[in-house]
């Protein structure tokens, strides 16, 4: 009896370490959130400035019809935007792409088929980015530094690769996602933009929505009044260049040495 006791005892125990053991193993491997990756610039989410610029950005194009009609809008209130493309919408409206680039507007990627990335197929990233962005240089003679995730799904092997590749990974302001791609009506993206405007924004907006006009429709009030308030639109690269660094802490010593103390 007592040898029956004993080894259930150790089972017991074993079983308590290897428990422990997995815990431990889970805690480690839970996702990682912006509180992770914002410290590190890994992902960037807004720009944190005093400047006033803010940045458009615009997903899953282009578009043959709203593209062009939202290019135009931004010539007219001198504004710059980024454009996060699919790659194999990319091939289709080369063209597109080639005037988004000449308008001095930056050009992202956005994968070649808006593949949703997740634990299980992130060995589908170097194909879907490396497509897209052949497609984007075939387009514009210009390799892409920016990605954004379709969806804003990703995990940690998602962003290594995506540096490893060079590119930065952008999101958006959570108080300046749109939601336009649901047709929500002119009103709501209007008052989504602007009733959250504040500086270093990244505003996330679609050009290709199918059978729908209200993001053209909504920028047709967003533009000027983002211009009369007296901010600028500019592209995310350049929001970027806005950042404001914490201040250096000063050494004792040397202002002691500067003081003569």
């Not at 009896?1 to 491997?29: C, F, H, P």
Request: proline share 5%.
């Amino acid at each position: 009896m007592y040898n029956w006791r004993k080894i259930a005892l150790s089972l017991i125990l074993s079983t308590g370490v290897i428990l422990g053991y997995g815990t431990s193993v889970a805690a480690q491997e839970a996702p990682m959130g912006r509180d992770y990756f914002e410290p590190r610039g890994e992902i960037v989410w807004e720009v944190p400035t005093e400047d006033k610029v803010v940045a458009l950005t615009f997903d899953d194009g282009p578009d043959p019809k709203q593209t062009p009609v939202i290019l135009d809008l931004l010539e007219q209130y001198q504004a710059k935007a980024t454009f996060f493309v699919i790659g194999n919408r990319a091939i289709q409206y080369p063209e597109l792409l080639k005037k988004m680039f000449t308008k001095g507007h930056e050009i992202g990627n956005h994968t070649y088929n808006h593949t949703y990335f997740n634990a299980r197929n992130s060995q589908l990233f170097d194909k879907e980015v490396t497509r897209a962005e052949e497609s984007i240089y075939n387009a514009t003679g210009k390799r892409s530094v920016l990605f954004r995730p379709p969806g804003g799904y990703y995990n940690k092997n998602i962003v290594t690769s995506s540096h490893n590749k060079g590119y930065q990974v952008v999101l958006w302001s959570w108080h300046q996602d749109t939601r336009d791609w649901a047709k929500p009506g002119v009103n709501r993206i209007v008052n989504k933009v602007l009733g959250n405007l504040r500086s270093g924004d990244i505003i996330l907006m679609h050009d290709h929505v199918e059978g729908s006009s209200q993001t053209t429709l909504a920028l047709k009030t967003i533009l000027p009044e983002i211009q009369k308030r007296g901010y600028r639109c500019v592209t995310v690269s350049e929001l970027l260049k806005h950042q404001k660094h914490a201040e250096p802490v000063k050494d004792v010593q040397d202002n002691d040495k500067k003081t003569g103390l």
